[in-house]
């Protein structure tokens, strides 16, 4: 049922449907949509615990401010059984 309640959304249905056709990272994300980065981060914090998606952490960038690492997040659809 959570599932089906995470997909009722039209932005979330939007985000599995580019996550089924390749891994994304968020970033790419966001430049789909017309909404900021925390908006599209809340709707894969959605996805991720109904179990939807999947994220993951790759490779390393530092940026401002000075010494603060930010770890791109790679997103897929999990599969279903």
Not at 53 to 68: D, E, K, L, S
């Amino acid at each position: 049922m959570q599932s089906l309640l995470a997909i009722a959304d039209p932005t979330r249905r939007r985000i599995v449907e580019l996550l089924a056709q390749r891994d994304r990272t968020a970033g790419e994300l966001v430049e789909e949509f017309d909404m900021s980065a925390p908006a599209i981060s809340q709707h894969l914090n959605v996805l991720r615990d109904a179990g939807l998606i999947t994220t993951r952490a790759v490779g390393q960038t530092v940026g401002p401010p000075a010494g603060t690492v930010n770890r791109p997040v790679r997103c897929e659809v999990t599969p279903q059984s």
